[in-house]
């Protein structure tokens, strides 16, 4: 496959500045379908150049492509098509809307319209046809090119990627998940060091309420325009551990026909979602690494799996209470983050609904 430069859709990151915002330049600088040409974060930064506004926290240098571009205001008037947001929670929400409202196809990282009715929660391997509510969106909001697609929370994104196998071949009644969430996930800088360090905190604000909701969204219905939410519950404990990146997490499952965990690691080891058969630049292969050592997956050693794209299960066994318990792990600025809009991303132009300039099949086709 092979993608000219001048054949790239022109991208912008919202918030680049910041944790996930630097994991999207990561992701963005040398992808082979997207250009990233704009910068945008506060007014603190806005004028700066990226190397002076951008507190840089990942273990490579600053990519050469992006020190010294000038940050821009986070206004809707830059010149690309799509904007990736990592915006803080609290100002996401109107911002995306204008940007969407002006055209540009936002694919946003924020809560706050993960819950909106005509708004995607998407995980490409998981409910891609969900995109169908793109429709519903444009006809309700009077936008004919800008659009707002959303991925989860990243506890949610690495549970709902493991859920999925189990609930597509045996259905899910019911789900007990307890975290331990790394300190990125909480931005920069976050949670203090003198709180974080030598500590386990069992409270992490909105987290088990977003935990709780998204998954049986996202594996919920596409029925006429809405989505039907999945019919399990999910019982959620969050706590924030002193590790750097890599959110873990045990579950207990209980399942509408109970299997053992030999055909729950089946259910997982053959599965095969769609962006692994597009071929997705960022799609992971496989997108769930089974792990037969009786003490994996491990936060500092498996986060990479799939270059932070895949999700980890291990100790797969019959549980006392559910069905099947297993721990699940994964990265949670990659895939709990800007991997996952970027890979959203790539699932709209693969499927033609971003990328005015040529169809996708024929750019994917080259
Ligand atoms: P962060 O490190 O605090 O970064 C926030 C970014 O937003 C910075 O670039 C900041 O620019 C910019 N910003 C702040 N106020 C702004 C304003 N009024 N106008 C325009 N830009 C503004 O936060 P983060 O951890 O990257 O999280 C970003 C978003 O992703 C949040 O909605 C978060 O909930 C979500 N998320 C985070 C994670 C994670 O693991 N961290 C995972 C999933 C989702 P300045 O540098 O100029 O202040």
Sequence with gaps: MKVTKQRKIRVGVLGATGTVGQRFVEALVEHPWFDLAVLTASSASAGRSYGEACRWQLSADIPSPVVDAVVQPTEPDVDCEIVFSALPGDRAGPVEEAFAAAGYGVFSNASAHRQDPDVPLLIPEVNPDHLGLIRTQRAQRGWTRGFIAT?????????????????????????????????????????????????????????????????????????????????????????????????????????????TPQQAIEAWQTWRPLPQELGLPSAPHPPIVVRPEPDRPQTRVDRQAGRGMAVSVGRVRPCEVADIKFVLLGHNTIRGAAGASVLNAELMVAQGLVGISESASQRISE
């Design 151 to 259: 991925n989860p929370n990243c506890s949610a994104a690495m549970l709902t990627m493991a859920l999925a196998p189990l609930h597509a071949v045996f259905g899910l009644k019911s789900v007990l998940v307890t975290t331990m969430q790394g300190l990125s996930g909480a931005g920069y800088p976050g949670v203090p060091s003198l709180d974080a360090l030598d500590n386990v905190i069992p409270f992490i604000g909105g987290e088990e309420e977003k935990l709780s909701s998204e998954p049986r969204k996202m594996l919920g219905q596409l029925n006429e325009g809405k989505i039907d939410l999945a019919d399990f519950l999910i019982s959620a404990h969050c706590n924030r551990v002193p590790a750097r990146e890599g959110h873990l997490e045990t579950v207990s499952v209980a399942l509408l026909r109970p299997a």
